[in-house]
T-cell receptor, first 115, second 114 residues
Framework: GAGVSQSPSNKVTEKGKDVELRCDPI?????LYWYRQSLGQGLEFLIY????????KSGLPSDRFSAERTGGSVSTLTIQRTQQEDSAVYLC?????????????FGPGTRLTVL | AQSVTQLDSQVPVFEEAPVELRCNYS??????LFWYVQYPNQGLQLLLK??????LVKGINGFEAEFNKSQTSFHLRKPSVHISDTAEYFC????????????FGQGTTLQVKP
């Protein structure tokens, strides 16, 4: 079956602009995660969804970052007023139930470059 | 709080040689342990995971890892590497209380030379 897909694969934007990153999880997976991969910080957790709710937003770095999930499926990560330090690869993952034993399946990522 | 330390940022090795990638973790509660691999320009893929039971875990592509609770380690090994194993490897933990959130180490780049 289809894996996790993300769009766009690459996004170049100017400082101060808003961007939206999209994630389509594996069908039937109730849990969805966003991570950020950057040279200086490695792989960092951003936010976790169970269904359409986000019980753990502890990794969002500032109030410029927000995310939503609709229909228990597609999720959008929005970054407002982008800064150069937001440049990174944003990875989305989904899992069946959102428990510690689950395997998370990752998408290919969106590479964000802020000029 | 939990943390993961991968002791080597880069590991160069010749083809057909054995390799060990080291991972240590810190946690005040029991954890589940994972190794993920990221091939160039691809997403992360699960290699193997330790949940409970036998401390020696076998994964895909001939990799295995051993959980050592006393040393809080989960080192990854392969007896004979191939050029195609060149990739970045991430060790991660999720704790038994939470939502499956993964805490990753900094990653180890395995460079297999012919």
């Amino acid at each position: 079956g289809a894996g996790v897909s993300q769009s766009p694969s690459n996004k170049v934007t100017e400082k101060g602009k808003d961007v939206e990153l999209r994630c389509d999880p594996i069908s039937g997976h109730t849990a969805l995660y966003w991570y950020r991969q950057s040279l200086g910080q490695g792989l960092e957790f951003l936010i976790y969804f169970q269904g359409n709710s986000a019980p753990d937003k502890s990794g969002l770095p500032s109030d410029r970052f927000s995310a939503e999930r609709t229909g228990g499926s597609v999720s959008t990560l929005t970054i407002q007023r982008t800064q150069q330090e937001d440049s990174a690869v944003y990875l989305c993952a989904s899992s069946l139930a959102g428990v510690g034993t689950d395997t998370q399946y990752f998408g290919p990522g969106t590479r964000l470059t802020v000029l | 709080a939990q943390s993961v330390t991968q002791l080597d940022s880069q590991v160069p090795v010749f083809e057909e040689a054995p390799v060990e990638l080291r991972c240590n973790y810190s946690s005040s509660v029991s954890v589940y342990l994972f190794w993920y691999v990221q091939y160039p320009n691809q997403g992360l893929q699960l290699l193997l995971k330790y949940l409970s039971g036998s401390t020696l875990v076998k994964g895909i592509n001939g990799f295995e890892a051993e959980f050592n609770k006393s040393q809080t380690s989960f080192h990854l090994r392969k007896p004979s590497v191939h050029i195609s194993d060149t990739a970045e490897y991430f060790c991660a933990v999720s704790d038994q209380r939470n939502t499956g959130k993964l805490i990753f180490g900094q990653g180890t780049t395995l460079q297999v030379k012919p």
